[in-house]
């Protein structure tokens, strides 16, 4: 199984001198140099579960950019195993070694297959699966961007009891929800956990309380800038503002956001005063290869 580096630290990044708050960023990101971040901790357990089932090729789902795809390719290859990649769009077929993320898929030893939009919103169809079965053979699915109750497993070790005792609030960028169900599942209930969603709506309170039935947590759904992979000019000169003052690559798609977010609330006085604040850097930077920030997962 593959091995994380030296676990991520919480690196203080942030003061408001007025009201004593402080924000740290948990460098997920720094876990694996090819399985980082909410993906190490999401991917965990589905291979030990993987390789426990005799499983000789996992097959996944995503976008033409999804973070969730080279993952899934890197671990693959670390770990023995063939890989499948079910791509959003037919049209990408012949752009493989424009688009990083695929390229870099597919280095790995990725087999990507591209299917039709609207074939892929059959991605959770029984009947479509076996479908796949019967062209690819026998393999083990792994959901899009890695959501399940083994990942949410996985996610529920990001929090060290360390964070636990040492932080108010816990904050997170929120895809499918699993990551954050993790964390609501392991944090203590005298935290607050913050969920900063990357997708327009509410659709996903509903997708969280699918994995955990405790309530000290909430969704902050004013970050999402337009939409799933949209971004404005504000935010994109906010990346670039904090990239120059602390070091730290960042990307648009989900930790600028929750980051964005946070520094607004701060600012608008949303936390009490002394608060200390731990977010959640959950990796993604391949995405930062390409400006083309469209297809995320």
Known sequence: MFSPHDSSVNQHIFVNFQRGIQLHLKRTDLIHPTISGNKYHKLKYNLIEAKAQGAKTLLTFGGAYSNHITAVAAAGKECGFETIGIIRGEELNDKIHDNPTLRQAQDNGMQLHFISRSDYRRKADAEFIEQLKSKFGTFYLIPEGGTNALAVKGCQEILTEQDKQDFDYVCCAVGTGGTIAGMINSSSEKQKVLGF??????????????????????????????????????????????????????????????????????ARGYFTANSQILAIHTGGLQGNLSNKFSGYI
């Open 197 to 266: 969603p990357a997708l327009k709506g509410d659709f996903l309170f509903d997708e969280i309380k699918q994995w955990t039935t405790r309530s000290h947590w909430d969704l902050c759904l004013d970050y999402h800038f337009g939409g799933y992979a949209k971004t404005t000019p504000e935010l994109l000169e906010f990346i670039q503002n904090f990239q120059q003052k602390t070091n730290i690559e960042i990307e648009p798609i989900y930790t600028g956001k929750m980051l964005f977010g946070i520094f607004d609330l701060i």
